[in-house]
């Protein structure tokens, strides 16, 4: 079974400057998640979407980030203008369902450096 | 506030020995679920052993356990004979009724030779 794929792995852009950052959940799972983590620190989560909807963005700097799952399988995550403290691995992951129980599986992860 | 503690921000220990990670969390909820994963410096985070709140039965799986205490609000884990492969940042989390993991900010474990 193919895991959670996502790109870029690393990218560095200058502040001001738009990124987008893309996530392939496992086949077959709802729930999609979005979390920052900067260096030394436990993920914080971004947004949840169950299938196609926003479970929860309430973490959400939507001044500046933006997310869609579009036909609830694909997910892209765009930072648009960048700032310096955005510099962070950006992780998605995805598990069957939403509920207590099920694992979340996590990708790779993307580094993002603001210069 | 919902908070996860991990008082440790690193741990070492000799190969082939057995070691401890603390967790300790703050909720008012009576039933959910802990997690432990782990986060090699590949980065991709691994679900290492979970613990269902109404299960008095401490989880284990293979060279890992938990001690699992309930009124204290502790989910320690111990790791028998430690390999190399073992070292990584270890995150302790805990889902709330929202199915919202909440994050502690990591134990760094380094593996003696």
């Known amino acids: 079974e193919a895991g959670v794929a996502q790109s870029p792995r690393y990218k560095i852009i200058e502040k001001r400057q738009s990124v987008a950052f893309w996530c392939n959940p496992i086949s077959g799972h709802a729930t999609l998640y979005w979390y920052q983590q900067i260096l030394g620190q436990g993920p914080k989560l971004l947004i949840q979407f169950q299938n196609n909807g926003v479970v929860d963005d309430s973490q959400l700097p939507k001044d500046r980030f933006s997310a869609e799952r579009l036909k609830g399988v694909d997910s892209t995550l765009k930072i648009q203008p960048a700032k310096l403290e955005d510099s962070a691995v950006y992780l998605c992951?995805?598990?069957?369902?939403?509920?207590?129980?099920?694992?979340?599986?996590f990708g790779p992860g993307t580094r993002l450096t603001v210069l | 506030a919902q908070t996860v503690t991990q008082s440790q921000p690193e741990m070492s220990v000799q190969e082939a020995e057995t070691v401890t990670l603390s967790c300790t969390y703050d909720t008012s909820e009576s039933d959910y679920y802990l997690f432990w994963y782990k986060q090699p410096p590949s980065r991709q985070m691994i679900l290492v052993i979970r613990q269902e709140a109404y299960k008095q039965q401490n989880a284990t799986e293979n060279r890992f356990s938990v001690n699992f205490q309930k009124a204290a609000k502790s989910f320690s884990l111990k790791i028998s004979d430690s390999q190399l492969g073992d070292a990584a940042m270890y995150f302790c989390?805990?889902?709330?009724?929202?199915?919202?993991?909440?994050w502690g900010a990591g134990t760094k474990l380094i593996i003696k030779p």
């Open positions: 992951a995805s598990s069957p369902g939403q509920y207590s129980y099920n694992e979340q599986f």
């Open positions: 989390a805990w889902k709330d009724s929202n199915y919202q993991l909440i």
